[in-house]
Structure formats: C-alpha cells, structure tokens
C-alpha cells in the first residue's frame, strides 16, 4: 500500500528497493589527467578507474598520474597492479595505498589475485579484482572481500555473447547473500550501456570520456531550450532582479 492509501502493486522488477537513495555513481574510465580535470569539474564525477593500458597512452609515469587524480575526484581511484604473483602485487599495492586514501588497487581475478585481495581488505584497503568475465568469477572475489567487481560488459558483447546478462547473474547473486561487494560495469561502449547498468542496479559505470559527453545530449532537449529562448526574445520576456 502507497503512503496515501493507494495500492500501486507489486514494485517494478528491476527496481530494486535496497539501492534507492544511492544513485549509481559515476567513474571515469581513463588515466589522463588533464581530461579527469574538465569533467570532473561539473560534480558529477565520483571516482576514476585507470588500467596498464590506460597509463601506457597518457606516456605519462603511473604513479605521478595517480597522485594527481587522488586530488581531482573525491571518490576511489583504482591504480592496477602490473605483477601477477601474490608477493609481487602487495609490493607494488604497498607503492599505491601509500599515494591517498581513495586508492582502491586493482588485481586480476586470478588465484594469486584473489588471494592479494584478501591480504588487503584485510589491511583495510579498497580493492576492485578487474577482469571479470563470469557470475562465478564475482562471486569468488566477494568471498575475498573485494570492494569493487568489474564484469568487463563491453568484451563479452564483442564476442557475441551478453555482457549485461552477466551485471544481471552478478546482482542476483550478491543480493541472495547479502554480499557488500559494488559492481562495477567496466568496459562501457555506449549510453544504452550506461542505462541498462543502471535499471540492473550496478552501484557503479566507468564511463570512457567520449561517452561521458553524450549522456546528457537529447535533440529535444536542445530543440525545446531553442524555442524557449527564441519566443522569450519575441515576446520580450525579461527576468528583473
Ligand atoms: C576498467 O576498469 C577497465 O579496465 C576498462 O573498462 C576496460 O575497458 P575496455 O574493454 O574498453 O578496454
């Protein structure tokens, strides 16, 4: 029963009631700096998401980045580790958590990773295990305490198969036990993606900066602002202070 008396029915399925009051935040998929500064000066940026190939084409030194994209956004920024042995990834974790708070450090979703993420949730440190590209994959980085899951939607379309039935499988299986873990929808194409992340109830996009851009863009939005301005000037319509 609504508030008012009113029985609207059973809630909208992908709706899911848990999640409401928490927007899905925004992430910026990318590891250039400059680029971080003019979007996230409109306030709705809440973290970053960077990866070896990201830092590779800003020919920029990773650390130094880093440093300066803790400042910039006020949200998780994830720094990935380069080593794939257990001991190598807390060495170079151990170079990361020292940059800022918001550092969350990325691992592969692999035994040695998985195990790294433990160690460091442990520490009290955020952790998002990237490379994710099955429901169970999640549900084993969950069990090791990883802050973010990044199911990668984006490759899994490109081989022909559903990336956002793999958010779906994710969502299920974190709300049937209650697992903390964000999922984070990485490797994002396109606004529908943005979308439908959203109706699944993905906590979180990383978002690359061209599609960024677009997910205000509507032509009616911009046609109806022209007619606005065009029949105010006709009319004269003034606002007096
Ligand atoms: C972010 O965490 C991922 O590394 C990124 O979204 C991968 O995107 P891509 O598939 O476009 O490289």
């Given at each position: 029963?609504?508030?008012?008396?009113?029985?609207?029915?059973?809630?909208?399925?992908?709706?899911?009631?848990?999640?409401?009051?928490?927007?899905?935040?925004?992430?910026?998929?990318?590891?250039?700096?400059a680029e971080i500064r003019e979007y996230a000066a409109s306030g709705l940026v809440d973290g970053v998401t960077t990866n070896p190939s990201l830092a590779a084409k800003t020919g920029r030194d990773y650390v130094e980045s880093l440093k300066?994209?803790?400042?910039?956004?006020?949200?998780?920024?994830?720094?990935?580790?380069?080593?794939?042995?257990?001991?190598?990834?807390?060495?170079?974790?151990?170079?990361?958590?020292?940059?800022?708070?918001?550092?969350?450090?990325?691992?592969?979703?692999?035994?040695?990773?998985?195990?790294?993420?433990?160690?460091?949730?442990?520490?009290?440190?955020?952790?998002?295990?990237?490379?994710?590209?099955?429901?169970?994959?999640?549900?084993?980085?969950?069990?090791?305490?990883?802050?973010?899951?990044?199911?990668?939607?984006?490759?899994?379309?490109?081989?022909?198969?559903?990336?956002?039935?793999?958010?779906?499988?994710?969502?299920?299986?974190?709300?049937?036990?209650?697992?903390?873990?964000?999922?984070?929808?990485?490797?994002?194409?396109?606004?529908?993606?943005?979308?439908?992340?959203?109706?699944?109830?993905?906590?979180?996009?990383?978002?690359?900066?061209?599609?960024?851009?677009?997910?205000?863009?509507?032509?009616?939005?911009?046609?109806?602002?022209?007619?606005?301005?065009?029949?105010?000037?006709?009319?004269?319509?003034?606002?007096?202070?």
């Open positions: 029963m609504g508030p008012h008396g009113v029985d609207f029915g059973p809630p909208t399925p992908h709706i899911n009631q848990k999640r409401i009051g928490t927007a899905m935040k925004i992430f910026l998929d990318t590891a250039d700096v300066e994209i803790c400042d910039i956004v006020p949200g998780a920024v994830s720094a990935e580790v380069l080593a794939t042995d257990y001991d190598g990834m807390l060495k170079q974790a151990a170079i990361f958590t020292k940059i800022a708070k918001n550092i969350a450090v990325k691992v592969p979703l692999t035994w040695d990773g998985l195990k790294a993420c433990a160690a460091l949730s442990a520490q009290g440190h955020m952790v998002n295990v990237t490379l994710c590209f099955s429901p169970v994959q999640a549900m084993m980085a969950a069990k090791a305490g990883a802050t973010f899951i990044s199911p990668f939607i984006g490759r899994v379309d490109d081989i022909g198969e559903d990336g956002l039935g793999l958010i779906r499988d994710i969502r299920a299986i974190y709300d049937n036990y209650g697992f903390k873990t964000q999922i984070l929808a990485a490797s994002v194409r396109h606004v529908m993606h943005v979308r439908e992340a959203a109706l699944l109830g993905a906590d979180v996009a990383t978002i690359p900066t061209d599609v960024f851009k677009k997910l205000l863009g509507h032509p009616l939005t911009d046609k109806g602002l022209a007619a606005f301005i065009a029949d105010a000037k006709k009319a004269g319509v003034v606002i007096k202070g």
